[in-house]
T-cell receptor, first 109, second 112 residues
Framework: LAKTTQPISMDSYEGQEVNITCSHNNIATNDYITWYQQFPSQGPRFIIQGYKTKVTNEVASLFIPADRKSSTLSLPRVSLSDTAVYYCLVAGGYNKLIFGAGTRLAVHP | SQTIHQWPATLVQPVGSPLSLECTVEGTSNPNLYWYRQAAGRGLQLLFYSVGIGQISSEVPQNLSASRPQDRQFILSSKKLLLSDSGFYLC???????????FGNGTRLTVT
C-alpha cells in the first residue's frame, strides 16, 4: 500500500493559487492518484484523478512528475468556500482505499 | 444518475445497545461499497468494503460488522456499542477498478 504524506495545514488568501503536495514514495505501477475535498459534517467529494503527467478539470489541476512519487493539487484563484480538508488517495483497484490525514486549507479574506 | 442514501443522519445510543446503519445506492449495478468512520477532527478510517453480495472484507478488528444482503444495500451493525464507537460514519460506492469514491452524507453517532 502506498502511504501518503501531506502538510497538515495550509493558509491562503482569496484569489491566490494554492498548491498542495502529496508524497507517495511507494506508489505501485497500477496505483492511481485521487484527490478529495471534505467540508465539515459532509462526506468527501471527488475533485480530480490522474495516473501521470497533468490532468485538468473545471475546478483543479493535478500535476504528477515522471517518477510518480509525488503529486500536486493546484486550486486556481481560491475563494472562502474552498476552505476544507483535502485528501490525497493513492490506490490501485477497488480495495484497501485508505485515506491519509489530509491537509486542512484555510482561505482568508 | 447515481445516488447514495444513508440513514439516519444523527443517532444517539447508550453504551451496550445495538446498532444498525443502512446505506443504499441507486442508479448503478454491482457497486463496490465501503464503510468509513471519522472521529472528531480526524481522518477517515476504512472499516469494511464489499465487492459483491455476501462478500465483506474487514480492515479493522472491532465490535462492528457489515453485511450486504442485496446488490446495492450495505449495512453496518454492532451488537453492543462502546463509547469509542462514537463518530461520523460514511458509506461510499464506486464502480470498477480505480474509479473515484462517491460518499453519502454520513451518520453522526454519539454513544453515551
Amino acid at each position: 500500500l502506498a502511504k501518503t504524506t501531506q502538510p497538515i495545514s495550509m493558509d491562503s488568501y482569496e484569489g491566490q493559487e494554492v498548491n498542495i503536495t502529496c508524497s507517495h514514495n511507494n506508489i505501485a505501477t497500477n496505483d492511481y492518484i485521487t484527490w478529495y475535498q471534505q467540508f465539515p459534517s459532509q462526506g468527501p467529494r471527488f475533485i480530480i484523478q490522474g495516473y501521470k503527467t497533468k490532468v485538468t478539470n473545471e475546478v483543479a489541476s493535478l500535476f504528477i512528475p515522471a517518477d510518480r512519487k509525488s503529486s500536486t493539487l493546484s486550486l486556481p484563484r481560491v475563494s472562502l468556500s474552498d476552505t476544507a480538508v483535502y485528501y490525497c488517495l493513492v490506490a490501485g483497484g477497488y480495495n484497501k482505499l485508505i485515506f491519509g490525514a489530509g491537509t486542512r486549507l484555510a482561505v482568508h479574506p | 444518475s447515481q445516488t447514495i442514501h444513508q440513514w439516519p443522519a444523527t443517532l444517539v445510543q447508550p453504551v451496550g445497545s445495538p446498532l444498525s446503519l443502512e446505506c443504499t445506492v441507486e442508479g448503478t449495478s454491482n457497486p463496490n461499497l465501503y464503510w468509513y468512520r471519522q472521529a472528531a477532527g480526524r481522518g477517515l478510517q476504512l472499516l469494511f468494503y464489499s465487492v459483491g453480495i455476501g462478500q465483506i472484507s474487514s480492515e479493522v478488528p472491532q465490535n462492528l460488522s457489515a453485511s450486504r444482503p442485496q446488490d446495492r444495500q450495505f449495512i453496518l451493525s454492532s451488537k453492543k456499542l462502546l463509547l469509542s464507537d462514537s463518530g461520523f460514519y460514511l458509506c461510499a460506492w464506486s464502480v470498477g477498478e480505480n474509479s473515484p469514491l462517491h460518499f453519502g452524507n454520513g451518520t453522526r453517532l454519539t454513544v453515551t
